[in-house]
């Protein structure tokens, strides 16, 4: 009954929002595809770091494959083959760093995954100057804006739904257990290894088409561009100032977050870092939960259940 | 069973934000002509902006004063209108610029923009001057496919040439410095792993064959590369007389330097972007003498000489000794297709193909929206970046070589 | 050839390891991940170019005032900032989050300001620009005072730690920043002081790495990521392994340089960085306790 009102209310939210490019202008319609983007990203994001603990700041490395696959082939292959390809490319280089970084806790692996989009963006290079002979690449599609929101949009659904239904299946409990204390979580039975990876995959996979998606609006693409390590780095502040381990979190800190850069930035294009550093150490200091956790110490008395669940943190290495 | 749980009320407040956001109109201001309005965006912040800083920025808001002090801009009508500008920072992102300019176009609806610096983001808002009908004046944008990007959006300009220009001017100065016997027929070339350099490599190869230069090395390093300790040692090692470096102006400077210490003389010494700083000069004293780059002026112009007073004055700073010079005199370009033709933008783009302006960089007419009419070539002489290519062209001064070695500081 | 790639790998990652031992100092004691280091550095190298440039003021001399400036600044962010955080946090993982959710917006204040001030141009000079040789093999004066500073600071804070009570205090709230009051050592101002030791590093290393290194005023995020990548081959709040780590880093950009390709020395960085923590996952010197 509440599940049924819940989908009610989002199927609504969706198809308003699939309307959306119908009323607005150019400007906002870019706007909203700068925010779903986020959007996705924050709650892909979230969907591996903010349950398992693992900050990851390879994001960019799984957008900028997904970029970088449309700007190569885009000529000669029809777009659905290419998105595809680019899932598959995505799947398979996160299974291989899933595998890789299963030793690794805490500050290392977060500093591994920079690391890793680093080198992702650095062979990108070497292999497109040095093999290529050739460095930038042209993305002449026809895919207007709208086109591009619509399917951000879709996949922006189908990741909150995902999350959602993770969370009520046995995955989800696993992952709670190993969120708490991961030598409880084996000894109670779970895989740990494989819940991770299949986690961080399917994470990886949803960055890898964001990118995918977003890359024909940008007509030219080169490894600067697409690898820019901001992009992961926004998508952890936006994460975790939502609240990383809740379904809405990442959408209520990537909203917030994304139209508060765009104000600044066309307010006080002179003073737009200063403003944004100072905002950004008031929040920490007045909402020290997240937004989703103000929302909640603001508006609902606290249950016992409320306790258990825990914002997103880095796990210790040395625990 | 309908209570709202805290879940689902975290739910609707997800869904509602959402509509918020999406929803959340801005009124646009009304034109009541009592001002031009001109809006740009360029990376103030990010890994562009030191681009930015010394080529784009500096010269906009030269122009914007220049214009306002005398008036505003002047219409065909003889009255003037003074500049608004709108400006934003695109943080050195492309998602960034595209979103701005639209902003630009759409929401401000000013009545021209200036491109963003760099290439790729010349690229990157291309298709969003041409769908609104914008005049794109791109300067900081070296690039060989101009003549095709001119086809596909025809209000484009493209002001600072292209790879092939400047890898022809430099393999011209090596054949005749070599069958003058000056310098042997090798060259060792390095190059940025970035568009910049790979654009000018890939140009310098075909260009040095032709002209009888043999490339005995050819690397490419990619951004950020601190050391070059290596790569002076093969380049010394190769033979060659004259080493090439398509780069960026941090390893330009690192290049300078570590030359210096690894007493690395080779007979010609052409660097990258950065060379044409005036801190370049500066800093390098007598040791600048003789190394070659892209661009360079007649210091004979005075025209030319004018526009550099005023940037130090108003800036505080000189411009750089290539692409600045080229960005103040777009600018003059578009005020006085204003002039001619008013505030309608077919109008002053059709004007901006044809006419023929007279700027701080002389006299320019556009063939086919590129400008042909640039200095290729500068060699640092007596503490001046003097313009050496194209050889034919007026103005231009006979390089020096070989570059004399280095001198203890 | 190979004694001139040894020599330029070492002198390399001197300046390497120079510029990381601040960092896993703040992060290894004072327990907050501090993203706003590269920000220290940047505004230390602009500092030295201003005395230089425009005082006449060497960047050695440039030193004596800038590292304590950066001790002082560091001891009033701790204060400010960082203090009321560490209170707040329950453990160390909250800590974590909120020091790097801060000194994100630290950073940004910083690069703000130097924006304002400087613009954002290229800043470059020359001081010490000359080789000397050691071995056969030219090496420039500048470099070489970096790689001289690495060893001698990062040498004489060994010994400190590890020999003098006053070590084994900071050594103490390391491990666990709980217990240490047990023992009557005061916790606060021991990772106070170490992260306003970690900002003096941080700008020795900004002022020395000015004389020979381009920069700009958003170039900070690039020595911060340097820096992290080095502390944490080497193992978090681990001199000694800093050093290594810097120092294996600048021989493997240059061997590769030398020998493989000039294309890939970056990429080699990275590869050697996340090969050694696949092998060693808490770093060359760190310790997976159990």
Known sequence: MKTALGFLVALTVLTALAFAPLFVGPYQLGLLIGLTGYVTLASAWALFSGRTGYVSLATVAFFGIGAYTVAVLSETMPYPLVLLVAAAIGLCVALLVGLATLRLAGVYFVIFSFGLAELVRQLVTWFETSVNGTLGRYIFLPLEAEHIYWQLLALAALTLLLTWWIQRTRLGLALKVIADDETVASHIGINIAWTKIALFTLSAIIMTLVGAIQAPRWTYVEPAIVFSPTVSFLTLIMALFGGASRLWGPALGAIPLFLLFEWLSASFPNHYSILLGLLFIIIVFLLPRGVVGFIEDKFQRKSPADLVEKPARVKEADQ | MTTITRRHALRYLGASAILLAAAAPIAATADDRTSVKIGYAVSKTGGNAGGVGITTLPNYELWVKDVNDAGGLELPDGTRLPIEVIEYDDRSSAEEVVRSVERLATQDEVDFILPPWGTGFNLAVAPLFDRYGYPQLAVSAVTDKAPEFVKRWDKSYWLLGGGHDYADALAKVLSKASSDGTINSKVAMISVADGFGIDLVTAARPAMENAGIEVVYDVTYPAGTTDFTSVINEAAASGADSFVAFSYPPETFALTQQAQVANFNPKVLYLGVGTAFPVYGKNNGANAEGIMSLGGIDYNNPENMAYRARHEEVTGKAPDLWGSVITYSSLQMLQEAIKRRGLDRDAVSDELSNGTFQTAAGEITLEDNQLRTLWLTGQWQDGKFVAVAPTDRDGATVPILPKSAWQAQ | ?290
């Open chain 3, 1 to 290: 050839m190979l004694m001139t790639t040894l020599i330029a790998g070492l002198v390399l990652g001197g300046s390497y390891a120079l510029l990381a031992m601040g960092l896993t100092i703040q992060y290894g004691i004072a327990r907050t991940m501090n993203l706003a280091y590269g920000e220290t550095i940047i505004a230390s190298a602009f500092a030295a170019y201003l005395l230089y440039n425009n005082l006449g003021i060497s960047p050695i001399l440039g030193l004596v005032i800038i590292a304590p400036a950066g001790f002082v600044f560091g001891w009033l962010v701790y204060g400010i900032l960082m203090r009321p955080l560490v209170a707040r946090s329950e453990n160390t993982a909250t800590l974590e989050i909120n020091s790097i959710l801060a000194t994100f917006g630290l950073l940004f204040v910083i690069q703000g300001v130097m924006l304002v001030i400087f613009g954002g141009n290229y800043i470059s000079y020359n001081y010490l620009n000359f080789g000397v040789e050691i071995i056969g093999v030219r090496v420039a004066a500048n470099r070489l005072l970096a790689l001289g500073l690495a060893l001698t600071i990062g040498g004489g804070l060994y010994l400190l730690l590890t020999r003098t009570r006053w070590g084994t205090t900071l050594r103490a709230v390391a491990v666990n920043p709980a217990a240490a009051p047990l023992v009557g050592i005061d916790a606060n101002r021991a990772a106070r002081f170490a992260f306003a030791l970690g900002g003096a590093l941080a700008s020795s290393g900004g002022v020395v790495v000015s004389m020979y290194q381009t920069f700009t005023a958003s170039s900070g995020v690039i020595f911060t990521m340097k820096a992290l990548i080095v502390v944490i081959m080497g193992g978090v709040g681990n001199l000694a392994g800093a050093l290594f780590a810097g120092l294996i880093l600048g021989l493997s950009e240059t061997f590769v340089a030398a020998y493989i390709s000039p294309g890939l020395t970056i990429a080699a960085v990275y590869i050697i960085f996340l090969v050694i923590l696949l092998c060693r996952p808490a770093g060359l010197f760190g310790k997976v306790q159990k």
